[in-house]
């Protein structure tokens, strides 16, 4: 009999508990990926998700091939596919790891275990990150988080089997039809080989005051690891990337600056699973916000004119839109700079935060829902037990881009504007405009600042009068942060003046 390797967001051979325990069964395996129609149909898929699966598919083959066996894709409902597999070969055992994605995964999950049981097929999975299933008290997952990381990583099988009589391996496969097929000229690359490459130059060098500078758009895009879609994939092991990353830390010729870089690191290792535990433990999050009474803080259809004019970095502030410009040409931002994306959406244009939020996964090569829609009300102030960020566009303009490096980049409109000029564009003459160019671009959408104020009254009030402390101690009890590793705020260097960002997840 067959056991089927189920690959869903574990795209690599290295440390995947399921394919060693298949190889050590002495049994035909059949490692299996399924392509799904109706996942792609989604609002919160898109092409680009799509390309970063497939150079990883490819890049699983190619490990498969060496290990002697080979991937199978197929295209349909798994259950489907199943039992197609379980008619010719015979299935005994579905190996696989968990997932927390959204509803429909976990739906889909669902029917897998119903037909497994009626079909009299053993499921077993195993744990992805440090992500607990059916977490009685968020007390202790830090402890179960620790002790997942420090369990030693599974060496790739030496051997797999080969696959069994009559089933062949395709070349190439159709890719599905996404709901959004927005082009990303500049998309990051899939596969174990690229992730295991980016991981190697982040702890070799890249890492070096990480801490300093991951806030800023034009420095993020070298001194962030760039590992967050390869971790969203499964492409590289989360725990081996924690491993090397203490273990490069921890070096007796490692030089104290670098340590302390790679301990930042390695505490947002242990915020990613903070926040995917959030959507483990109340999936709902993905449709309502997290303190159920701010759910009716905004009423009504949204500003479609706002909407839209965000979507299409056309909002008239010049960050603003050259992060969204950037997203849309690359399929990655900063997180400071996705977090003044939803904040914007959510503050300044008064936008429900369902839309904004699934535009933005849609753009995230790395969309990873867990940290996504908890990140998304976060930033939108509906936690209820975490400050409002209401941030500044020309604020973080002048402070993380004051050479308008980043904004001449992406809005060409721009260009031949001076710094002192570039981060309020609005406020160009008509003679300066005419010698500097902006004539082209779009004036701004609203007075940011008094969009701001209105935004903080609206929200204050709205608290005083729908916010109950029984909410809010609901969620805190459930969702709130407990003790984790233990890191202090970076100092900055005293000419890069005063940080203006709390901790990452604050």
Same mark, same amino acid.
């Given at each position: 009999?067959?056991?089927?390797?189920? #690959?869903?967001?574990?795209?690599?051979? !290295? @440390?995947?508990?399921?394919?060693?325990?298949?190889?050590?069964?002495?049994?035909?395996?059949?490692?299996?990926?399924? +392509?799904?129609?109706?996942?792609?149909?989604?609002?919160?898929?898109?092409?680009?998700?799509?390309? #970063?699966?497939?150079?990883?598919?490819?890049?699983? %083959?190619?490990?498969?091939?060496?290990?002697?066996?080979?991937?199978?894709?197929?295209?349909?409902?798994?259950?489907?596919?199943?039992?197609?597999?379980?008619?010719?070969?015979?299935?005994?055992?579905?190996?696989?790891?968990?997932?927390?994605?959204?509803?429909?995964?976990?739906?889909?999950?669902?029917?897998?275990?119903?037909?497994?049981? $009626?079909?009299?097929?053993? #499921?077993?999975?195993?744990?992805?990150?440090? =992500?607990?299933?059916?977490?009685? @008290?968020?007390?202790?997952?830090?402890?179960?988080?620790?002790?997942?990381?420090?369990?030693?990583?599974?060496?790739?099988?030496? *051997?797999?089997?080969?696959?069994?009589?009559?089933? !062949?391996?395709?070349?190439?496969?159709?890719?599905?039809?996404?709901?959004?097929?927005?082009?990303?000229?500049?998309?990051?690359?899939?596969?174990?080989?690229?992730?295991?490459?980016?991981?190697?130059?982040?702890?070799?060098?890249?890492?070096?005051?990480?801490?300093?500078?991951?806030?800023?758009?034009?420095?993020?895009?070298?001194?962030?690891?760039?590992?967050?879609?390869? +971790?969203?994939?499964?492409?590289? &092991?989360?725990?081996?990337?924690?491993?090397?990353?203490?273990?490069?830390?921890?070096?007796?010729?490692?030089?104290?600056?670098?340590?302390?870089?790679?301990?930042?690191?390695? &505490?947002?290792?242990?915020?990613?699973?903070?926040?995917?535990?959030?959507?483990?433990?109340?999936?709902?999050?993905?449709?309502?916000?997290?303190?159920?009474?701010?759910?009716?803080?905004?009423?009504?259809?949204?500003?479609?004119?706002?909407?839209?004019?965000?979507?299409?970095? *056309?909002?008239?502030?010049?960050?603003?839109?050259?992060?969204?410009?950037?997203?849309?040409?690359?399929?990655?931002?900063?997180?400071?700079?996705?977090?003044?994306?939803?904040?914007?959406?959510?503050?300044?244009?008064?936008? !429900?935060?369902?839309?904004?939020?699934?535009?933005?996964?849609?753009?995230?090569?790395?969309?990873?829902?867990?940290?996504?829609?908890?990140?998304?009300?976060?930033? $939108?102030?509906?936690?209820?037990?975490?400050?409002?960020?209401?941030?500044?566009?020309?604020?973080?303009?002048? %402070?993380?881009?004051?050479?308008?490096?980043?904004?001449?980049?992406?809005?060409?409109?721009?260009?031949?504007?001076?710094?002192?000029?570039?981060?309020?564009?609005?406020?160009?003459?008509?003679?300066?405009?005419?010698?500097?160019?902006?004539?082209?671009?779009? $004036?701004?959408?609203?007075?940011?600042?008094?969009?701001?104020?209105?935004?903080? %009254?609206? +929200?204050?009030?709205?608290?005083?009068?729908? =916010?109950?402390?029984?909410?809010?101690?609901?969620?805190?009890?459930?969702?709130?942060?407990?003790?984790?590793?233990? *890191?202090?705020?970076?100092?900055?260097?005293?000419?890069?003046?005063?940080?203006?960002?709390?901790?990452?997840?604050?």
């Amino acid at each position: 009999m067959t056991t089927v390797v189920w #690959f869903k967001r574990d795209l690599r051979t !290295h @440390d995947h508990g399921p394919l060693v325990a298949a190889a050590a069964l002495g049994e035909p395996v059949l490692p299996l990926f399924v +392509i799904e129609p109706d996942y792609w149909q989604l609002p919160d898929t898109s092409a680009r998700h799509w390309g #970063f699966i497939d150079d990883s598919l490819h890049d699983l %083959k190619r490990q498969l091939r060496k290990l002697g066996s080979d991937l199978i894709v197929r295209s349909g409902p798994v259950t489907e596919i199943l039992a197609q597999l379980h008619t010719s070969v015979g299935v005994s055992r579905i190996f696989c790891h968990q997932e927390t994605g959204g509803k429909w995964t976990f739906e889909r999950d669902r029917s897998v275990i119903a037909w497994c049981d $009626s079909n009299n097929v053993e #499921f077993r999975e195993w744990q992805q990150f440090g =992500v607990v299933r059916r977490l009685r @008290d968020r007390d202790y997952w830090d402890d179960e988080w620790s002790r997942l990381m420090k369990t030693g990583v599974h060496d790739a099988p030496t *051997q797999l089997p080969t696959l069994p009589e009559g089933v !062949h391996a395709p070349a190439s496969w159709q890719p599905p039809e996404a709901a959004c097929n927005r082009a990303c000229p500049d998309r990051q690359a899939g596969g174990s080989a690229r992730g295991e490459k980016l991981l190697a130059s982040f702890l070799e060098r890249r890492c070096v005051g990480y801490q300093y500078n991951i806030s800023s758009p034009v420095t993020a895009v070298r001194a962030c690891s760039r590992l967050s879609p390869h +971790i969203a994939y499964g492409t590289v &092991s989360l725990r081996e990337i924690y491993q090397q990353a203490r273990a490069t830390g921890q070096h007796r010729n490692t030089l104290p600056r670098k340590q302390r870089s790679l301990t930042s690191f390695r &505490s947002r290792l242990h915020w990613h699973c903070h926040f995917i535990q959030k959507l483990e433990d109340e999936p709902e999050l993905e449709f309502r916000a997290m303190h159920r009474e701010l759910e009716k803080l905004k009423n009504g259809p949204n500003n479609s004119e706002r909407l839209q004019r965000w979507q299409e970095g *056309q909002t008239g502030w010049p960050l603003v839109d050259a992060c969204m410009r950037a997203l849309h040409h690359t399929g990655w931002i900063n997180f400071r700079m996705r977090a003044m994306l939803m904040a914007v959406a959510s503050y300044q244009l008064w936008l !429900h935060w369902r839309e904004p939020a699934l535009h933005l996964a849609r753009q995230f090569t790395d969309f990873e829902p867990g940290i996504h829609y908890p990140q998304a009300q976060m930033q $939108s102030g509906l936690t209820g037990i975490n400050a409002l960020r209401i941030y500044n566009p020309v604020l973080q303009s002048q %402070k993380l881009d004051p050479d308008g490096e980043f904004i001449r980049r992406w809005l060409p409109e721009l260009a031949g504007v001076p710094a002192e000029m570039i981060h309020t564009p609005w406020l160009m003459t008509p003679t300066q405009k005419q010698r500097f160019g902006g004539n082209t671009y779009i $004036s701004p959408v609203c007075d940011h600042e008094q969009a701001a104020r209105a935004a903080r %009254k609206a +929200i204050g009030e709205f608290r005083k009068q729908h =916010v109950s402390r029984a909410e809010t101690e609901r969620v805190l009890q459930r969702h709130g942060s407990r003790k984790g590793p233990v *890191q202090k705020r970076p100092t900055l260097p005293t000419d890069m003046g005063q940080p203006d960002q709390l901790s990452l997840f604050d």
